[in-house]
Each structure stands twice: as C-alpha cells, then as structure tokens.
C-alpha cells in the first residue's frame, strides 16, 4: 500500500519547479534539524530506517501541509517521544 | 542468505501490501527490469525501520527498468531507472 510520501509518478503533483542558485538551508532552524539529526543517528538514538519511516508515518494532510525540514522535524520528534527520549524540565 | 539472483536475471517486484516501510517505491511495482549489479549482504531497511535487534541480511541488487516500461510513452526514450533492491523484493521473471 503506498503512503502518502510515496509520490513519483503520481499525477496531480505538476512540474517540478527549480529554485536558481538554491541554498542548502533557507532558515536557519532548518540547519539546526539537519545537524539535530545527525547527532541523534550518530548517537544511536535511532537509524536512518527508522527515521524515513517517521516522516512517511506522518499523518497525511501533516505531511503534505509540512516544509522538507518540517517533516523532518516532527519525525524527529515523534521518534524522541516513542524512545522516551525527553523530559520535561521541572 | 545466499542470491537467489545474478546478473542479467529478469525479475519482478510485486510489493507488499501493507502499511511497514519499503525501499521499493510505489511506480517500480510489478514492473520488470534486469538485475545489472550485485551489491553485497545489506540489513533490510523494512527491519531497520522497526528497530528490529537483529535485521534480515540480503542480498542487494541494482535492478535497471526502462523508463517507458515504468511510465509508457510519457517517458522518453533511452531512459533508465537503476533501483537497488533487496532479494525478498524479488522474484524471476520471463
């Protein structure tokens, strides 16, 4: 069964459209989730499986609703809620 | 686990129903291609993706499609589609 990520081919979705001289990173937050989640799989918090899997278990108006770092961010946060990663500070 | 493929073997991949995660994406399903590479013994993401302790190890393979196989005449010719592929995705095909 194909999830809501699973897009290619998929009719609706029109031309892709190229940004010219596009930057890696248009906000910084987004860089802070890219290097978030390279210190979380680095530490073994999780694998990368786990992580594609979170962000293509997004519910899916969340998903299509969401920025690519978006998703990324609510995966991670999904995965740290599901390994009981967090805290609440008192 | 041993190959059950080499290259140049015909194979097809029909996809699991359900909602687990997969490396095969959605328009290479039922599609027909040729193995073209082997690449070794790979953990299988669909168990990585679980947090499976110990994941199934498979053998990989670079499976080439034609593009107008995948999309028909929407597709230009000439175009191929390299997927890499685990041996439980697979099956022979004619």
Known sequence: MSGVHDVGGKPGYGVIEREANEPPFHHEWELRVFALNRTLLAAGVYNLDEFRRAVERLPEEVYERASYYERWLLAIEELLRKKSALKALP | ?94
Request: charge should be negative; hydrophobic fraction near 40%; include cysteine.
């Open chain 2, 1 to 94: 686990m041993s190959a059950r493929f080499v290259v140049g073997d015909r194979v097809t991949a029909p996809g699991l129903d359900g909602s687990g995660h997969t490396r095969l994406p959605g328009y290479l399903r039922d599609r027909r291609g040729i193995v073209i590479a082997l690449r070794g013994s790979v953990p299988l993401a669909d168990d990585r993706a679980e947090g499976a302790a110990s994941p199934r190890i498979e053998a990989l393979y670079t499976v080439a499609f034609e593009g107008r196989d995948v999309w028909g005449d929407a597709c230009e010719p000439g175009v191929s589609v390299h997927a890499d592929l685990w041996d439980s995705y697979l099956e022979k095909t004619t």
